[in-house]
């Protein structure tokens, strides 16, 4: 997940290409980076790795317009972990279209543009890290 997360970085031109590319990365991969940041003792700190690419992405995403103001890197990983986890109940051949489709609508949902605001503030990688942990 690290190294799909910096890949995208570096690679992509705009913040949020890289940030659809991790999501959906993920997403096709069933990398759930939502069971990383509920790990205290992260080999190598790769919580804290993985957090800070992401918090930079999502900053950047903000500064050039294109990412919500109101989505935190917390929001993202926290999403990411309900696309993996997909529905256990549907056949696979189904669970893979409707995650495929679960993902271009999220992604479409985070960019910036006219919306309601949803309740509470954005969630930052912190904040989800203390959730999960207790």
């Known amino acids: 997940m690290i190294a799909l997360a910096e890949e995208a970085r570096a690679e992509e031109t ?14 096709g991969l069933g990398l759930d980076p939502l069971a990383v940041v509920g790990v205290e003792e992260a080999p190598g700190a790769a919580r804290d790795r993985l957090m800070k690419v ?9 500064d050039e317009g294109a990412l919500r103001g109101d989505v935190g890197a917390g929001d993202v990983v926290g999403v990411v972990g309900l696309l993996v986890r997909g529905l256990p109940t549907v056949p696979a051949g189904l669970g893979e279209e409707l995650r495929e489709r679960a993902v271009r609508l999220v992604l479409a949902g985070m960019r910036a543009h006219p919306a309601p605001v949803p309740p509470g503030a954005a969630l930052t990688a912190g904040d989800l ?3 999960v942990s207790g």
Do not use: K, N, T
């Open 129 to 131: 890290a203390r959730r």
């Open 14 to 27: 705009w913040a949020f290409d890289a940030l659809s590319r991790f999501v959906a990365g993920c997403a």
């Open 54 to 62: 992401l918090e930079d992405v999502v900053r950047a995403g903000h």
